[in-house]
Structure formats: structure tokens, C-alpha cells
């Protein structure tokens, strides 16, 4: 029987149609907003794999706009009521239910400070929603399984296009339009290799860098939620300044390379591990003494890792029944968590 998840992460083509369509003027009242305030700082709201989205918009903003992106701690305005001066700014909030009390109340804060706020949710008359100037409506549709999918990666997709509109940048505008067909190559990906690695796995480490070092991060969370398994993400460059000292004989490793700037860099650092005895997975590039996973090849380096990101949610769901898990219900975890 089909897990929810298994469904959900299938409707990811879908959604991502869905959302381009359907919120196309919301994007672009966002990004004419972002152009008349045009600002100087970025910063985001958000928690869990909303944070993962975060930070993914953070690097894309920084390398293709050069303005810094910067995540605040939700508690500064909910638990200590610290008022933070924004003036100038932009502020985007990343909720899937848009109705956490501590990250709807940073929004209105961030609004009272002067920043302009956007917020990226699935429900468009959520608190979140209404506290903020802006909203991009995911239309995801109802996601059932704790763990998110097709709402993490449109909150990525919402960020992307925001960007890419804001920017008016021809080359990511069209990469956008051609997303969805990139995602459904991504579901016939085959990461059996690392499946039959992480069957019988206690932990592991998951590596990325720049806009994949989200991806590493969101997918260090799925491990955890979906199939007990601790991992934990590094940046390709951080992991060697201590990290690596732990990684011995057969210790699992999951290299997420694309064809960007940092490739390079993390394919060395897969192969320093490989020579210390780890068995090391490497996407899309070839690396000693590693194994290949297959990835999308030829997509713009800024949408390249949020295509990763559809094929290994195929990959963890599988796992997590191999290793005797329901993906759908991670133990001691709800659908919406909300925090103060």
C-alpha cells in the first residue's frame, strides 16, 4: 500500500504547475514591492524544513542578487519582545500552516520595524498570511503526511520565482518555467545503491554547499523523522574542520554535488572521505573511490539542487518502510507544530 508520502512526493510536478499558475500575480505584486523598496537586507522567519527553504533562498539571493540574507530567531519578538529596526529591509516568513504563534508574530513585528513582508504558505488566510503585506500561496493541496515534501520544495519554488521576478533575471525565469518537467525526471531517479547502504545504517553524515547545502540539511531532517536514522548535514568545506574525525571504516556519507561553482570542491572533500573509509555517495559527478548516484543533469545551478532534493524524497520513503518505519507518522511528531 502507498504511504501518503509516497503519493504526496509523486504530486510534486503537479503543485509546482499548480503554484506558477495560480499565484502568478501574487509573485508579481511580491516583486515589483521588492523592487520599489529594493533592499539593502534580507531577513527570514521560519522553522524546521521551512527553515531548510530559508536557507536555500538565502544563498540564491545572495549569488545572484548580492544582497545578504539573514535568518532572525522568531523568539526575539514572541518570548522577549525585542522590536528590530528593518527599516529598508525586506523580511520573508516560511510557514506550511502559517499559523505557529511565534512566527506569526515576528511578521507583524517585522512589519512594525519597517521591513517589507512577504509571507510563503500553503493557506493564504492563515494568521502568517494576514499579518504580512505579501502573500505566495503554495497551493500544495492538503499534505497529510507529517513529514513535508510538496510543501518544502514549492516554499523553495516560491522563493526562486520571487527572485527571480524581483530581478527581472531572464536566464532563472526560464529555468522556473521548465521546473516541473526537471521534477518529474527527478521521480524516476534510482538510488538503490544508497538505499541498500542506509538499510542497515545508525547514522551518517549528509553534505552540500550553497544552495545544496539546504538540501543537505533538509535531507539530514528526513533521515531522523522518517527512518531513525541520526544524520547530520555539514557544509562540504565545514565537515572538515573537525566533523571528519569521526568518519571511519564504512561510516555513510552522502555527497550532493551539481553542477555549479562548488562542485569541485565537493567532489574533493567526498574523496578525502572515501580515503579515510567511508563509503561515500556522490550525485551526479564522478569521484575516487566513491559511488555515483544518478542526478538531472544540465538545469541552472540555482534549481539544480531543489531537483535533488524531489529525487531523494523518493529515495527516503522507500527507506523508511525498508528499515520497518511509517513514513507518514514519524514517532512524537505532529503535522503543525506550534511554538511560541
Known amino acids: 500500500m502507498s504511504s501518503h508520502m509516497a503519493r504526496e512526493v509523486r504530486e510534486i510536478p503537479q503543485v509546482s504547475r499548480r503554484f506558477l499558475l495560480e499565484s502568478r500575480d501574487a509573485l508579481t505584486a511580491a516583486a515589483a514591492a521588492m523592487r520599489r523598496v529594493d533592499p539593502g537586507l534580507i531577513v527570514t522567519v521560519a522553522r524546521g524544513s521551512s527553515d531548510h527553504a530559508a536557507t536555500y533562498l538565502k544563498y540564491a539571493v545572495e549569488l545572484l542578487a548580492g544582497v545578504p540574507v539573514a535568518s532572525v530567531g522568531p523568539s526575539v519578538a514572541s518570548v522577549y519582545g525585542r522590536p528590530l529596526r528593518l527599516e529598508g529591509a525586506a523580511c520573508v516568513g516560511i510557514s506550511q500552516s502559517g499559523r505557529s504563534p511565534d512566527i506569526v508574530e515576528m511578521m507583524r513585528a517585522a512589519g512594525a520595524g519597517g521591513a517589507l513582508t512577504v509571507a510563503i504558505t500553503n493557506f493564504d488566510d492563515s494568521p502568517m498570511a494576514q499579518a504580512s503585506a505579501h502573500c505566495l500561496p503554495l497551493r500544495a493541496g492538503v499534505e497529510q503526511s507529517v513529514a513535508a515534501t510538496k510543501t518544502f520544495v514549492t516554499s523553495c519554488l516560491a522563493g526562486l520565482a520571487l527572485l527571480a521576478e524581483w530581478r527581472q533575471?531572464?536566464?532563472?525565469?526560464?529555468?522556473?518555467?521548465?521546473?516541473?518537467?526537471?521534477?518529474?525526471?527527478?521521480?524516476?531517479?534510482?538510488?538503490?545503491?544508497?538505499?541498500?547502504?542506509?538499510?542497515?545504517?545508525?547514522?551518517?553524515?549528509?553534505?552540500?554547499?550553497?544552495?545544496?547545502?539546504?538540501?543537505?540539511?533538509?535531507?539530514?531532517?528526513?533521515?531522523?523523522?522518517?527512518?531513525?536514522?541520526?544524520?547530520?548535514?555539514?557544509?562540504?568545506?565545514?565537515?572538515?574542520?573537525?566533523?571528519?574525525?569521526?568518519?571511519?571504516?564504512?561510516?555513510?556519507?552522502?555527497?550532493?554535488?551539481?553542477?555549479?561553482?562548488?562542485?569541485?570542491?565537493?567532489?574533493?572533500?567526498?574523496?578525502?572521505?572515501?580515503?579515510?573509509?567511508?563509503?561515500?555517495?556522490?550525485?551526479?559527478?564522478?569521484?575516487?573511490?566513491?559511488?555515483?548516484?544518478?542526478?538531472?543533469?544540465?538545469?541552472?545551478?540555482?534549481?539544480?539542487?531543489?531537483?535533488?532534493?524531489?529525487?531523494?524524497?523518493?529515495?527516503?520513503?522507500?527507506?523508511?518502510?525498508?528499515?520497518?518505519?511509517?513514513?507518514?507518522?514519524?514517532?512524537?511528531?505532529?503535522?503543525?507544530?506550534?511554538?511560541?
Not at 274 to 297: H, I, N, R
Not at 308 to 318: I, S, T
Open 169 to 340: 533575471d531572464g536566464p532563472l525565469l526560464a529555468a522556473i518555467e521548465t521546473i516541473p518537467e526537471a521534477f518529474e525526471a527527478a521521480l524516476a531517479l534510482d538510488w538503490s545503491p544508497l538505499a541498500a547502504r542506509m538499510s542497515r545504517a545508525q547514522s551518517g553524515f549528509v553534505l552540500g554547499r550553497g544552495p545544496a547545502f539546504a538540501i543537505a540539511n533538509e535531507s539530514a531532517l528526513k533521515l531522523k523523522e522518517t527512518c531513525g536514522l541520526h544524520a547530520e548535514a555539514y557544509s562540504a568545506a565545514e565537515v572538515l574542520h573537525g566533523p571528519a574525525a569521526i568518519v571511519q571504516a564504512q561510516f555513510p556519507v552522502l555527497a550532493l554535488a551539481v553542477e555549479d561553482a562548488a562542485q569541485a570542491g565537493v567532489v574533493q572533500t567526498a574523496e578525502r572521505l572515501a580515503a579515510q573509509g567511508a563509503d561515500v555517495f556522490v550525485t551526479g559527478a564522478a569521484a575516487k573511490g566513491c559511488v555515483t548516484l544518478p542526478s538531472v543533469a544540465g538545469l541552472h545551478p540555482l534549481v539544480a539542487p531543489l531537483v535533488l532534493a524531489v529525487g531523494f524524497y523518493g529515495f527516503v520513503e522507500a527507506l523508511a518502510r525498508r528499515r520497518g518505519f511509517d513514513p507518514d507518522t514519524p514517532p512524537y511528531l505532529r503535522k503543525v507544530t506550534e511554538t511560541v
